[in-house]
């Protein structure tokens, strides 16, 4: 089994893709730690655990993590994930916030890989500012995972922050951050970035199948999408795009991406509208060695097959 730590934002995308790695045979999931991203970490936590309740499995450890982002405080997400997270909805399972872990996100993170040097599979779907304190904390933090998957970043330069700018949403919110993991992590990574997102969108018929599941979990990931696919439906996407789970897949099972290129990146830090862009060098203009994978195609047919069966699997209801 590929052990993971998922660092997360939870948020609605993030939701599916934790429900994907819990249902898979083939991954064990140590820890979920949160940080502030789509909406604030006390959210966040509470959302992971209201997951782990519908996905029986409340057994795995919960770790809060930083509040804010490392230099300025970003923007939450509202405007797609509602002010909790997960839309504002009444009726989500309540949940014990006890439950939450006392050491923080960015600690247990390193205790952990330190007690499984280079097994663990650090999955990373909100912004960094975890891993950077992780790092900060122990420079030799990278070198003790197996790899690090990341849902961030861009290959072209488009955005999908409500201002406009030329970054994805979670370099954007710390940028630092992303720069320090891009500079420092030192172990193998893979990006997913939202051009990517945008470049691999999934036919509306097979998600409304999903939608129309009536076991438990399927009720909850179509009760938390439903505000969001009015959003998808207001930009006339053509089909439907899956940003995090789609890093749980490529953490689990590599061959998912069909096509990819190897190039040395960094994040910009200044720039009206291109603070937290992820700027690519792909003639390799500076001569330095590649420091992540960019995965530019999925294999959609095997990413619906793997998603579907999060909520075929048994009828409970
Ligand atoms: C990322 O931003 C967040 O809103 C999503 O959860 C995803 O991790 C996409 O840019
Ligand atoms: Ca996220």
Redesign the pocket.
Known sequence: KTKLIID??A?I??AQAIMLALARPDAEVLAITCVS??TEVDHVCRNVLRILTICDHIEIPVYRGCTKALVDHGKHAKFYHGLDGLCDLKGLPEVDMNLIQTEHASCAMNRIVGENQGKITLIC??PLTNVAVALRLNPDFGKQLKKCVI?GGNTEGQGNIEDGSAAEF?FHFDPEAAYMVLHELSCPITTFSWEAVLQNQYPWDWLKRILNIKTSKAIFHSTILRTSLDKHNEWQFPGYSF??PTVVAIALKETIVTKSRDVFATVELQGRLSRGQMVSDSRNLQKTPPNVKQALEIDRDLMMEMFSSVFEERSDS
Do not use: E, L
């Open positions: 997360c934002d948020g995308d993030d991203g789509n779907i909100g849902m979670n940003c995090d």
